[in-house]
């Protein structure tokens, strides 16, 4: 299975960008899929998740409101839908997948893309 994003650029704070992912080789059976993102000097962390039901996401407290994950299963894809973007929102975002339920945590999640850049100017 592969995870290749795309999408990500540069925008001027509050406003929005859609980064995407499609998966290859598409995992047997219900996966979860996330966002992480790592900014410079940073860990990454935790953004959003859904699970193979639409129903099922979470978000990371700091994107609550502002960020909205999606999916299409039929496409294999996984959309994160920025809004009120502001320069602490500057990262490579990353997109991930486990089979199962959503976690936040990384270690869970046994797929991962290489990242894109989004880059938020004040």
């Known amino acids: 299975v592969q995870l290749v994003e795309f999408g990500g650029g540069s925008v001027q704070a509050g406003g929005s960008l859609r980064v995407s992912c499609v998966a290859s080789?598409?995992?047997?059976?219900?996966?979860?899929m996330a966002w992480f993102r790592q900014a410079p000097g940073k860990e990454r962390e935790f953004v959003a998740a859904?699970?193979?039901?639409?129903?099922?996401?979470f978000y990371a407290d700091s994107v609550k409101g502002r960020f909205t994950i999606s999916r299409d299963n039929a496409k294999n894809k996984v959309y994160l839908q920025m809004n009120s973007l502001g320069p602490e929102d500057t990262a490579v975002y990353y997109c991930?997948?486990?089979?199962?339920?959503?976690?936040?945590?990384?270690?869970?999640?046994?797929?991962w893309g290489q990242g894109t850049q989004v880059t938020v100017s004040s």
């Open positions: 991930a997948a486990k089979y199962g339920s959503i976690f936040q945590t990384q270690r869970k999640y046994i797929y």
């Open positions: 080789g598409r995992p047997s059976g219900d996966y979860s």
């Open positions: 859904s699970g193979w039901s639409v129903d099922e996401t």
